[in-house]
């Protein structure tokens, strides 16, 4: 298992494959693993790191007053550490705040972005009502006795999900590290990103599932669209917000064309 430290942090990562590097963060409540569909599908042409961002899977806890800028740190650390050069990019509902995050701050590692079903923060992306109405269903959940913690989120699909990836969501949920989700729950609350989003010159991949309720394609991903200057709009039909997971092989061709043709 391939792994960075910084300061003090270790950052655990799969990595497989070879070619240009496809770096991949995962959202809340999960962790590498989210990304099995593509790291199988895609390893083929590209050198796949799927990383386990502080607090998750295998890495270390998050300390006191971890913030979105030291995650950006430590997923820059990642990208150096395959040392493949910059990298295409892509996170995946909180995973792409991460990633907007890393750009902020070192869009040297970066060669392209890819942004899936993900907000600009959710004070950047989301109305005033609905983050105060996520933030309180967070609360609730976190308030449940530690033996009692099992993590879940509604909306994440439009369908009914496959069977092994509701195995997979279930064996990540029940690994939440409740100082995680509070971690990260701060950091996408105060996020707003707005401002970084006409600087972005990299070529940037919009992809949404049609049916996302949590990050709606009609107000968060057209807002992307409207404010990036290098963007592309993919929407998926009839799929929901985890869309690498409910509909991989249009997900994955996706993704295979846009890398290819900025590789």
């Not at 496809?22 to 990383?51: C, K, M, N, S, Y």
């Not at 979105?68 to 395959?82: G, I, T, W």
Request: proline residues 8%.
């Amino acid at each position: 298992m391939p792994a960075v430290r910084v300061d003090g942090i270790e950052v655990a990562y799969d990595r497989v494959g070879q070619g240009p590097p496809l770096v991949l963060a995962h959202g809340a409540i999960a962790d590498a693993r989210q990304f099995r569909p593509q790291a199988e599908d895609l390893a083929d042409e590209f050198t796949v790191v799927a990383w386990d961002e502080p607090g998750a899977g295998r890495s270390s806890d998050v300390p006191p007053a971890f913030t979105l800028a030291d995650y950006a740190r430590c997923l820059a650390a990642v990208v150096e550490d395959v040392d493949l050069g910059p990298a295409h990019v892509l996170g995946a509902s909180w995973g792409g705040t991460v990633v907007l995050e890393l750009y902020r701050h070192h869009a040297e590692v970066v060669r392209t972005l890819l942004l899936v079903d993900t907000y600009a923060g959710w004070k950047g992306s989301l109305p005033a009502a609905e983050v105060r109405s996520r933030v309180e269903g967070a609360e609730r959940m976190l308030a449940v006795p530690a033996e009692g913690f099992a993590p879940t989120m509604p909306g994440l699909f439009a369908g009914k999900p496959p069977a092994e990836a509701v195995r997979v969501l279930s064996v990540m949920s029940a690994g939440t590290r409740p100082q995680s989700m509070r971690t990260q729950l701060t950091a996408m609350v105060e996020a707003d990103q707005r401002d970084l989003l006409p600087r972005i010159a990299v070529p940037t991949l919009l992809l949404w599932g049609e049916l996302d309720t949590r990050s709606p394609v009609a107000s968060v991903a057209h807002q992307f669209l409207e404010a990036i200057p290098r963007a592309t709009l993919v929407v998926l039909p009839g799929i929901g917000h985890l869309s690498n997971i409910e509909a991989p092989e249009p997900f994955n061709r996706t993704v295979r064309e846009f890398c290819r043709a900025h590789s």
